[in-house]
């Protein structure tokens, strides 16, 4: 297959990559680069590399391609609410664009990076499958289940979407992130030798390896085209959802020296959900995530104290998107480019 990758410089990308490459398939990558330099490993090379705005592609670009995997995005609650015009404009207006043009480009398969996030709040409800009512708590979530709707009406014979919402991601990858829940507690026990916990803790979320969203993508790409047209399909391990109290002492046990403490700065935050995982085993059953929350932390855990990580790496900008994106103001930059085109 030939594939195209928006979005194949962020945290998951790089797995997206590796994995596709290695399956024997053909990958061009196209990212802006907001997180450029931000590396914590070199990532490796897509077969072409195009530097772009996924937003300024054509027809004719796509032509060429036998699907498409579309991570490129303002990629979490905070970020989102940084400028939810441009939130809006790239995760749904761009979306659903993008589509358009695979779909009139003749591109059979379009996966869409979406997120459990639109599950919102069910707290200690049945976990929610793909059928129960989205409640998306941000401008980000919103823009994921609009987007699911909008690019799902496009679906044809020919043009089949699909729309992964991923389970919250953790674990290692060449562009690091330390803003997700786990590795976040992890890198600040490393880094600190504390476990600073923003809630009471009691919030459930789902989790799932970087390595392995980029591994269901690929089972997804492969799989025979009509058995996920046009679906949602919830991406993570029935196993795998955990209180953030849990995610907790599975850190403390591996960084005994760390001492736990519980800042209360986001007794806001009202995102608790746990989700069902049955429609993607039902569809793929050979599919199995190759980590789970120990063995993934494990390893993280491993490559960052192997690279000395330390308070400096936590406290720079380096591994927090929105630190990142603010301090470089890039988000006005990505608002400028497209303008002006
Ligand atoms: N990380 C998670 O926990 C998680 C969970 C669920 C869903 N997702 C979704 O998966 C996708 C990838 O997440 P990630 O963690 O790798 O995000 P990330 O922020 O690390 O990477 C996103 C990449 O997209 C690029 N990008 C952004 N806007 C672009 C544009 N207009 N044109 C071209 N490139 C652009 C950025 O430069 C960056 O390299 C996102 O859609 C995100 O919403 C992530």
Redesign the pocket.
């Known amino acids: 297959m030939r594939v195209l990758v ?2 194949h ?5 790089p797995w997206v990559v590796r994995l596709f490459k290695d399956a024997g398939h053909e990958v061009v990558g ?6 450029e330099g931000c590396a914590f490993e070199p990532l490796p090379y897509a077969d072409a590399e195009w530097s772009r ?3 300024d592609l054509s027809v004719r670009d796509l032509a060429s391609f036998d699907a498409i995997v579309h ?3 303002i ?1 979490n609650d905070p970020m989102g609410e940084l400028d939810p015009g441009l939130t809006r404009a ?1 995760n749904l207006e ?1 979306s659903v664009a993008l589509a358009e043009c695979a779909r009139d480009a003749g591109v059979s398969r379009f996966l869409f ?3 459990c996030s639109v599950h919102g709040k069910g707290g200690d409800d049945a976990p929610a499958d793909e059928s129960s009512p989205v409640q998306p708590l941000s401008v980000y979530a919103e823009s994921k289940v609009l987007a699911e709707t909008r690019i799902g009406a496009l679906a044809q014979p020919g043009f089949s979407p699909v729309f992964l919402r ?1 389970a ?2 953790f674990g290692h990858s060449p ?1 690091l ?1 330390i803003d ?1 829940v786990v590795n976040n507690l992890l890198a600040c026990a490393v880094a600190r030798g504390e476990i600073r916990i923003h809630s009471d803790g009691s919030p459930w979320r789902p989790l799932i390896h970087c390595r392995d969203i980029a591994a269901a993508l690929l089972a997804i790409a492969e799989a025979p085209v009509e058995l996920t047209h046009g679906l949602a399909i919830n991406v993570g391990d029935d196993g795998q959802n955990y209180r953030v109290k849990d995610v907790a002492d599975v850190v403390g046990n591996l960084v005994p020296t760390a001492r736990v403490i519980y800042t209360g700065e986001a007794v806001d935050d009202p995102r608790d959900y746990r989700v069902s995982f049955s429609r993607l085993r039902r569809l793929l059953p050979a599919f199995a995530p190759l980590y789970d929350l120990r063995t993934g932390a494990e390893d993280l855990l491993r490559r960052l104290q192997q690279r000395g990580f330390r308070q400096t790496d936590f406290d720079s900008p380096r591994y927090v ?1 929105l630190r990142t994106l603010q301090r470089r103001g890039e988000v006005a930059e ?1 608002r400028y480019e497209k303008s002006s085109v």
């Open positions: 928006t979005g410089r962020g945290y998951i990308g196209v990212d802006v680069g907001l997180f705005d996924f937003r991570l490129a995005a990629s790239v761009g990076s979406g997120s991923n919250t991601a562009m992130r997700l998107r990505l």
